[in-house]
């Protein structure tokens, strides 16, 4: 915009001087011409006056005296050249036909301007009649009044040049002057500036305008943190490519799962991170303008890859952890199986025995022994059923956590005591209850039958003359119940699987305690309902330690 000022101001003002130059040059050369016709008619009446007073030689010692400028012709009459001082007058051609001597000879006086076939130069002629009939003709070349005019050129080109250059300078600084303003003008509060009136309208516009763009900035910076905070908080991972398959956006998710930081990716292409089979025929899929799903695994966990393109111009993927969907897929057909054929055993034997008595095969003497192994596997089946709703129940309370109570865990583990003192007796299994009062929040009916199945399985897996120790203990934050029995214990290799649904360390000696395999599991989703854990120690003829610890009211 300077330069477009300055140059516009430069040009104008340069252009100025060169125009009034050129009218300057014509108006002394029209101003040239008229005072040569001026002094051609005074000098004609001059001359006129003294060849009437002196003849012929006026002309001759007018000559001598004035030198040849003015051409200087007498002219007979009939059109031959009497006397003319440029050319001898016998050598010229008869004038008669000569525009100004016709004139002259018809009005007294006659005015002519051509090309000069004597002197070949563009002349200006003035002819006089005399009173003896004669025509006195004085001419002079125009070329001597444009040489004075080109004599001055010099001079106005000179003139030009400094007015340009003065005009150059003013336009420097007029430009500077103009635009000042402009640059002083603060755009972020564009109604505070003190500039030229005839800005007010467009600063007007730009102070609206930049209401828009920053109302229309601050809706898009919260999107952006609504959609930042959205992706950041989802425990899925989510993946925005391009139509090339670079990365635009990558949540906190997605980048833990390469091992990366979202930074570190951002722009590289998915397959520089990821090349495996899965993902590349999925990315396939999407490239066409499809969807499709992909299961992957990487460092021993599964993931479920979800992809979509985005009409063509880009694509997402989601990504889901389904490791403990597919271990609990898992577990549930395993417990499926497992509840079928636990259930399916002891009707089999109820089934059998009734058949053989129904048949009439079975000893008068024998039939109360029957009927006790049908009560026996029907009672078995009945603990198996009740187990198994407990833990239908626990799993789906597990987020639950309603109607909650302030239980006092030394109190509610005496009384489960004095609830299996009978089986204890029975075994020779020694029970005592010690430590200090310890109050946590729960549900009583829950821990109680966590409390119950540890004791049950410290008695049933006892030695003779054993012993079963439940210690109650508080440590910051916890409240820890400690289950101590001199029982066969728990080799290695069993201790991680123990506490599975239907998991028995002795199978074969389950049948003789009466066991299904599903206190210990009921132990675990009783603790974990109530946001606690479980440790164990435990080795072979040395007995067992269950620690179970509850957060505290």
Request: with cysteine; proline share 2%; glycine share 8%.
């Amino acid at each position: 915009m300077r330069n477009k000022i300055f140059s516009g101001l430069l040009f104008l003002s340069t252009a100025a001087v060169i125009i009034a130059s050129v009218l300057i040059a014509v108006i002394m050369y029209q101003g040239s011409m008229t005072t040569m016709q001026r002094d051609l008619r005074q000098e004609a009446t001059f001359i006129k006056m003294g060849l009437e007073q002196s003849g012929k030689s006026y002309l001759q010692a007018l000559t001598m005296e004035s030198g040849k400028l003015t051409r200087v012709t007498l002219i007979a009459p009939d059109g031959r050249v009497i006397y003319d001082n440029h050319v001898a007058a016998e050598k010229m051609l008869n004038h008669k036909d000569r525009e100004e001597v016709q004139e002259a000879l018809a009005s007294g006086i006659g005015l002519a301007e051509r090309m000069s076939d004597t002197l070949s130069e563009k002349t200006f002629y003035f002819a006089l009649r005399l009173d003896n009939g004669d025509i006195l003709r004085v001419a002079r070349t125009t070329d001597s009044v444009f040489a004075t005019v080109a004599g001055s050129i010099p001079y106005m080109i000179a003139v030009v040049l400094v007015v340009a250059l003065v005009a150059m300078l003013l336009a420097r600084r007029i430009t500077d002057k103009m635009v000042l303003p402009l640059d002083q003008v603060d755009l972020e509060n564009p109604l505070e500036n003190d500039t030229y009136d005839e800005l007010a309208p467009f600063l007007t516009r730009i102070a609206q305008q930049q209401r828009q763009v920053s109302e229309g900035l601050k809706q898009l910076r919260q999107k952006q943190n609504e959609l930042a905070a959205i992706t950041q908080s989802m425990n899925e991972g989510l993946i925005l490519l391009n139509d090339r398959q670079n990365i635009l956006s990558i949540n906190d998710s997605a980048a833990k799962l390469f091992g990366l930081q979202d930074h570190e990716v951002v722009g590289k292409n998915i397959l520089t991170l990821e090349r495996g089979q899965e993902v590349q025929e999925l990315l396939q899929k999407v490239a066409v303008g499809g969807s499709g799903e992909s299961l992957y695994q990487k460092d021993g966990r599964f993931y479920q890859l979800c992809g979509s393109s985005v009409g063509g111009k880009g694509s997402v993927l989601l990504i889901f952890d389904v490791t403990e969907k597919r271990a609990a897929e898992t577990l549930r057909r395993e417990f499926s199986a497992n509840v079928s054929h636990e259930l399916k055993t002891p009707l089999q034997s109820i089934l059998g025995y009734a058949e053989i008595m129904k048949n009439g095969l079975v000893q008068e003497g024998d039939k109360q022994r029957f009927l006790e192994k049908i009560y026996s596997e029907a009672g078995h089946l009945i603990v198996l059923i009740d187990n198994i709703m407990k833990l239908s129940r626990l799993d789906e309370s597990a987020n639950n956590m309603n109607n909650l109570e302030i239980i006092e865990l030394k109190k509610l583990a005496e009384g489960t005591v004095q609830r299996l003192q009978e089986q204890a007796a029975g075994k020779n299994v020694a029970i005592s209850v010690s430590g200090c009062e310890a109050e946590v929040e729960g549900v009583p009916a829950v821990l109680s039958e966590v409390i119950y199945n540890l004791i049950d399985n410290g008695i049933k897996y006892n030695r003779e003359n054993g012993s079963v120790e439940i210690t109650v203990a508080v440590i910051p934050g916890e409240a820890v119940l400690t289950f101590k029995d001199t029982g066969c214990g728990i080799g290695s290799a069993d201790k991680e699987r123990v506490f599975e649904r239907f998991y028995r360390v002795d199978k074969s000696h389950f049948k003789e305690t009466g066991g299904t395999g599903l206190g210990l599991s009921i132990v675990k989703h009783g603790v974990m309902f109530h946001k606690g854990r479980i440790e164990l120690e435990s080795e072979l003829d040395k007995g067992t330690t269950i620690k179970i610890f509850l957060p505290r009211k």
